[in-house]
Nanobody
Framework: QVRLVESGGGLVQAGGSLRLSCAASGSIFSINVMGWYRQAPGKQREYVAAMASGGSPNYADSVKGRFTISRDNAKNTVYLQMNSLKPEDTAVYYC??????????WGQGTQVTVSS
């Protein structure tokens, strides 16, 4: 059984920073893409950032220059450093892992709230 455990969410003032982590455990093999999505109240889940194995990071336009995704393959962990946070970044953030075998795993979500 594969489990993705996220941490690092919380409440921060506008302009502040948070770092999210997502660690995968269990029988997970050949991880390819590790990424983050978010869902604000009343809105659809949207893409934030992702990074393929051996590839370059990719970001949604709304977070470019403010967020940085990184990964530690030895630990099956993906991170999201979020700087210069804005109230519109408030959402539940979900990590996502895709394997070469086309399996798709999601974390349980972590709440990020940015106050103005």
């Amino acid at each position: 059984q594969v489990r993705l455990v996220e941490s690092g969410g919380g409440l921060v003032q506008a302009g502040g920073s948070l770092r999210l982590s997502c660690a995968a455990s269990g029988s997970i093999f050949s991880i390819n893409v590790m990424g983050w999505y978010r869902q604000a109240p009343g809105k659809q889940r949207e893409y934030v950032a992702a990074m393929a194995s051996g590839g370059s990071p990719n970001y949604a336009d709304s977070v470019k220059g403010r967020f940085t995704i990184s990964r530690d393959n030895a630990k099956n962990t993906v991170y999201l450093q979020m700087n210069s946070l804005k109230p519109e970044d408030t959402a539940v953030y979900y990590c996502n892992i895709k394997t070469l075998g086309r399996y798709d795993y999601w974390g349980q979500g972590t709440q990020v709230t940015v106050s103005s």
